[in-house]
Nanobody, 116 residues
Framework: QVQLVESGGGLVQPGGSLRLSCAAS????????MGWYRQAPGKQRELVAS???????TYVDSVRGRFTISRDSAKNTVYLQMNSLKPDDTAVYYC??????????WGQGTQVTVSS
């Protein structure tokens, strides 16, 4: 099964930026959609952004205009550029892959903390 490894989380002040990366262990050939989810303490996991093999992107309303999802197929990597970060963006961020033949994989998660 495809393994996903996230990186790029950390502590940032409000208004700052971070870029998360998700490296897949194999080609995107078998994946039709990749997404970034987040889960804050005491809250349900929510889909933040996703990108399909055709390049179609979706965003939750709370991050639209601030976050950008992109991919580099040559590197089997998906990115989440996060700008104008707010304390409400604090959460563990997870990378997810949905496969064309069914099934899904999750990364281990990376902590993002927005605080002064």
């Amino acid at each position: 099964q495809v393994q996903l490894v996230e990186s790029g989380g950390g502590l940032v002040q409000p208004g700052g930026s971070l870029r998360l990366s998700c490296a897949a262990s194999e080609s995107f050939f078998s994946i039709y959609r990749m997404g970034w989810y987040r889960q804050a303490p005491g809250k349900q996991r929510e889909l933040v952004a996703s990108i399909t093999t055709s390049g179609t992107t979706t965003y939750v309303d709370s991050v639209r205009g601030r976050f950008t999802i992109s991919r580099d197929s040559a590197k089997n990597t998906v990115y989440l550029q996060m700008n104008s970060l707010k304390p409400d963006d604090t959460a563990v961020y997870y990378c997810n892959a949905d496969f064309t033949v069914g099934g899904t994989s999750w990364g281990q998660g990376t902590q993002v903390t927005v605080s002064s």
